[in-house]
């Protein structure tokens, strides 16, 4: 079988000391295997997961280059002067006051020296936005004169103009990419265009490993359809002490939840290792408290007697006492394809499987034999058609 993972789970453990543990031995193995190659920087950065969002629109960032996600709302808010035609709580774009009036953000990164990019690549850029979820990509070209050229000048203004560009802190010949959205749809999707744009450009130093741990992630996501919160990692996540109290709802029922409990608010005891820009591993330190674990499975939309039929195991454990424990576990082939410059992980897999899951060195799987279905209470009624 393919060795892909590296579980380490360990007991009297804190997060802090995982972290520690599992940073030495990517050193070592650093300098084991690749010992003429850099780290950008040890001890490796920290970022908590709102950090990482804000600056960057990902839980994985490459820290190999900048381009960071810049927040233009201090540009546009307030009159820039008596020759703009908007109000002075207005920008004067519909699509940006839009989405500033109901929480939204707009937000731009600096693309350096693209400017004098052709139309072609622009609308490239945009088709990507919008495939990526956005309703559109606003784009101002710096030219070399200082002067913008851009469709929603017209709206700004000259001043908010000036304001935007010395905000995004641009220069002469950089192109600024704009995406005005839901916070979420806004952070992912100039998150991959930093990504794309960096790669295009070849921004980040091929040579250079760099690391950094993001920590503090959402302990729960909100499910509308089934009203209840589910785990961002998984369900035996432990919760930071600091937001202990936040596991509860409105209500003070823990089946009666919605989307403005204060359990929305709860980090976890949850970390990630990235590594230039893939996630190279995760973990978390778990609950380890009987009642803690049913508060949390209650807010998870789990009953009474569905969690002892589930969990009823692990709750009762908990009963007699269960020390601190956690771990993490390591994509053995994601660092293996990076520490040999490869972008496919089966380039580094002794015998990949194909799209469809199958071994065509071992032509597996086989078909069963007609008792394996009888085992299972199954019966071969061959391919659906039509």
């Not at 960032?61 to 307030?78: I, K, S, W």
């Not at 600096?110 to 622009?122: H, K």
């Not at 040999?340 to 597996?364: C, W, Y």
């Not at 086989?366 to 019966?379: T, V």
Request: proline fraction near 7%.
């Amino acid at each position: 079988p393919e060795f892909t993972q590296l579980d380490l789970e360990m007991s009297f453990v804190d997060e802090a000391s995982v972290i520690a543990f599992v940073e030495e031995l990517a050193i070592r193995v650093m300098a084991a295997v690749v010992p003429d190659r850099p780290l950008l920087q040890v001890p490796f950065p920290r970022l908590t997961f709102a950090e990482a969002i804000e600056r960057f629109g990902s839980d994985k960032p490459d820290l190999r280059f900048g381009m960071e996600l810049v927040d233009l709302a201090p540009a546009l808010a307030g009159a820039a002067d008596p020759a703009d035609r908007a109000a002075p709580s207005t920008s004067g774009f519909r699509v940006f006051d839009e989405a500033l009036a109901t929480g939204g953000w707009v937000r731009a990164i600096v693309a350096p020296t693209m400017a004098g990019a052709s139309r072609s690549q622009t609308d490239e850029l945009t088709e990507l936005a919008r495939t990526w979820g956005a309703k559109g990509l606003a784009l101002l070209a710096v030219e070399p004169d200082g002067s913008v050229r851009s469709s929603i000048t017209k709206f700004l203004g000259p001043a908010r103009t000036a304001a935007v560009v010395a905000r995004a802190g641009a220069k002469p010949g950089d192109l600024i990419l704009v995406v005005a959205d839901r916070r979420e749809v806004a952070a992912d999707v100039l998150g991959r265009l930093r990504t794309e744009l960096g790669n295009r450009l070849r921004l980040a130093d091929p040579n250079v490993f760099a690391y950094c741990w993001i920590t503090e992630f959402p302990m729960y996501k909100w499910d509308e359809e089934n009203r209840r919160w589910d785990a961002t990692h998984n369900p035996f996540s432990g919760v930071r002490p600091e937001d202990l109290e936040l596991l509860t709802t409105v209500s003070g029922d823990l089946a009666q939840r919605s989307p403005d409990d204060p359990a929305g608010r709860a980090r976890a005891l949850q970390y990630d290792l990235a590594l230039n820009g893939w996630e190279l591993g995760g973990g978390s330190v778990r609950i380890n408290q009987h009642d803690l674990l049913a508060r949390s499975f209650a807010l998870q939309g789990q009953t009474a007697e569905g969690m002892v039929e589930k969990f009823g195991a692990v709750l009762e454990a908990f009963e007699y006492g269960a020390p601190p424990h956690g771990g993490i576990a390591l994509g053995i082939d994601r660092w293996a394809a990076l520490l040999t410059d490869q972008t496919n992980i089966r380039e580094v897999m002794a015998f990949p499987k194909t799209q469809s899951g199958s071994d065509l060195m071992l032509d597996a799987p086989s078909a069963p034999e007609p008792g394996q279905y009888a085992e299972l209470g199954l019966r071969y009624v061959g391919p659906i058609r039509g």
